[in-house]
């Protein structure tokens, strides 16, 4: 049997998810056609933001029923909104790096080590993946993770505490993600009232995706230039069972 979780575990655990998915697609419907949302600028050498990172590759059936979504997405959002293509599609695990214009090779290596370490004897990790939301500051299918990613992000937190940040310490560093949420969309100056996505949510909010069980999660590195958000794997770790 797995190892019950930590404590440290537990002290990042959410008692209800579905609350808060509930609350924060509230907050965001009403910035949305308020026009009071938040923009989010593309990431300079340094940012703590959209960096160095730990994802797990949505694929397969889920990410052809998310890729449907993505049309009328767009269709209803002003074009300068950055979304999602269907071969990017991910849950963040954890942040590890703040941005950077090149990752050394070094810095891959040491964190594929640190997560190769974390993943040994950690229970099967799972996101549960059902309704579309979003917060103030983009779009997404909202996910509740198992308790070996919980345990996962745990060992990399402690590990991160541990070792430091290789280069700039990320926006995670801190920080532990309790929810598991695939983005479809970021959102852009200008801003400026957004009234018909209130909809095209709505009609998904109950829309259930799948359960995501990854063979392996990938090192990755953002570009969000050109109005797309693309990801190059810099490495693939294979998830121990």
């Given at each position: 049997?797995?190892?019950?979780?930590?404590?440290?575990?537990?002290?990042?655990?959410?008692?209800?998810?579905?609350?808060?998915?509930?609350?924060?697609?509230?907050?965001?419907?009403?910035?949305?056609?308020?026009?009071?949302?938040?923009?989010?600028?593309?990431?300079?050498?340094?940012?703590?933001?959209?960096?160095?990172?730990?994802?797990?590759?949505?694929?397969?059936?889920?990410?052809?029923?998310?890729?449907?979504?993505?049309?009328?997405?767009?269709?209803?959002?002003?074009?300068?909104?950055?979304?999602?293509?269907?071969?990017?599609?991910?849950?963040?695990?954890?942040?590890?790096?703040?941005?950077?214009?090149?990752?050394?090779?070094?810095?891959?290596?040491?964190?594929?080590?640190?997560?190769?370490?974390?993943?040994?004897?950690?229970?099967?990790?799972?996101?549960?993946?059902?309704?579309?939301?979003?917060?103030?500051?983009?779009?997404?299918?909202?996910?509740?993770?198992?308790?070996?990613?919980?345990?996962?992000?745990?060992?990399?937190?402690?590990?991160?505490?541990?070792?430091?940040?290789?280069?700039?310490?990320?926006?995670?560093?801190?920080?532990?993600?309790?929810?598991?949420?695939?983005?479809?969309?970021?959102?852009?100056?200008?801003?400026?009232?957004?009234?018909?996505?209130?909809?095209?949510?709505?009609?998904?909010?109950?829309?259930?995706?799948?359960?995501?069980?990854?063979?392996?999660?990938?090192?990755?590195?953002?570009?969000?230039?050109?109005?797309?958000?693309?990801?190059?794997?810099?490495?693939?770790?294979a998830c121990t069972r």
């Amino acid at each position: 049997m797995p190892e019950p979780m930590s404590e440290t575990a537990d002290a990042y655990r959410t008692p209800d998810l579905a609350a808060k998915f509930h609350a924060m697609w509230s907050d965001a419907e009403a910035a949305l056609t308020e026009g009071t949302y938040h923009a989010d600028s593309v990431p300079r050498h340094g940012d703590p933001r959209w960096g160095l990172s730990l994802v797990v590759p949505i694929d397969g059936a889920i990410r052809d029923a998310i890729a449907q979504d993505l049309v009328p997405i767009a269709a209803a959002l002003s074009p300068h909104h950055f979304t999602y293509l269907p071969e990017n599609l991910h849950s963040t695990v954890r942040s590890l790096e703040g941005y950077q214009d090149q990752v050394p090779r070094d810095q891959v290596v040491h964190y594929a080590d640190l997560v190769e370490t974390a993943l040994k004897d950690c229970p099967p990790i799972e996101i549960e993946l059902s309704g579309l939301g979003g917060s103030k500051g983009g779009l997404f299918v909202s996910g509740v993770p198992s308790d070996g990613l919980v345990r996962l992000r745990t060992g990399l937190h402690e590990a991160g505490a541990v070792e430091g940040p290789q280069a700039f310490a990320s926006n995670d560093y801190t920080t532990m993600r309790d929810i598991a949420h695939v983005s479809v969309a970021v959102f852009q100056a200008p801003v400026v009232p957004e009234r018909s996505i209130a909809g095209v949510v709505s009609a998904r909010r109950e829309k259930r995706y799948g359960t995501v069980r990854p063979a392996a999660l990938d090192l990755v590195r953002y570009d969000l230039a050109g109005g797309e958000i693309t990801m190059s794997r810099l490495a693939r770790i294979a998830c121990t069972r």
